[in-house]
T-cell receptor, first 114, second 122 residues
């Protein structure tokens, strides 16, 4: 069990640029979640996958955001035409859909839009 | 809509002492889960303790215990014998139970409170 990993850990980009983040869940976990956390706040749900299917999206996920999970393994979150308001920590979590379905979090990707 | 409120932005405790962090939530469901997560500075979030709403007995994990008051929709975390390593942001979180999440066609997303920053004084 190597845990949830995220890449990159930090990203600085200029407004208007596109960015892509990657999340590798725990290998046997079939559920994967993306959250966004701004400074001093709790994480907010963005979207979740069960295997390769994206089953729920928050209204926070504007048209500039897209997430994929090809083959039900790793996932990517892309933000197009970044805005300063996109600056946040993007957290990924995974779980195995049994029992309490406990979520294990990755270290996050901190995005700074200048 | 379900909401989670943590009314204490910051708390402080002396090493070896006991501290209680407060959390209230709002839901119309009777079956759900509650969690406390710990987020140390620049480190990833880890689960501290969880409570299934159908269980009347309060959950306990070593020095961590909860006071779950279902009627009052209150879920506080007690940390006994506080240690320097307990210093972190603590988040209270709510999620639907799996059967309820299927009814609403939702997954197991967590709804978090705003967090309480705990400092531990040596």
């Amino acid at each position: 069990d190597t845990g949830v990993s995220q890449d990159p850990r930090h990203k600085i980009t200029k407004r208007g640029q596109n960015v892509t983040f990657r999340c590798d869940p725990i290998s046997e976990h079939n559920r994967l979640y993306w959250y966004r956390q701004t400074l001093g706040q709790g994480p907010e749900f963005l979207t979740y996958f069960q295997n390769e299917a994206q089953l729920e999206k928050s209204r926070l996920l504007s048209d500039r955001f897209s997430a994929e999970r090809p083959k039900g393994s790793f996932s990517t979150l892309e933000i197009q035409r970044t805005e300063q308001g996109d600056s946040a920590m993007y957290l990924c979590a995974s779980s195995r859909r049994t029992g309490v379905d406990e979520q294990y979090f990755g270290p996050g990707t901190r995005l700074t839009v200048t | 809509a379900q909401t989670v409120t943590q009314s204490q932005p910051e708390m402080s405790v002396q090493e070896a002492e006991t501290v209680t962090l407060s959390c209230t939530y709002d839901t119309s469901e009777s079956d759900y889960y509650l969690f406390w997560y710990k987020q140390p500075p620049s480190r990833q979030m880890i689960l501290v303790i969880r409570q299934e709403a159908y269980k009347q007995q309060n959950a306990t994990e070593n020095r961590f215990s909860v006071n779950f008051q279902k009627a009052a929709k209150s879920f506080s975390l007690k940390i006994s014998d506080s240690q320097l390593g307990d210093a972190a942001m603590y988040f209270c979180a709510y999620r639907f139970s799996i059967p309820v999440s299927m009814i609403y066609n939702q997954g197991g997303k967590l709804i978090f409170g705003q967090g309480t920053e705990l400092s531990v004084k040596p």
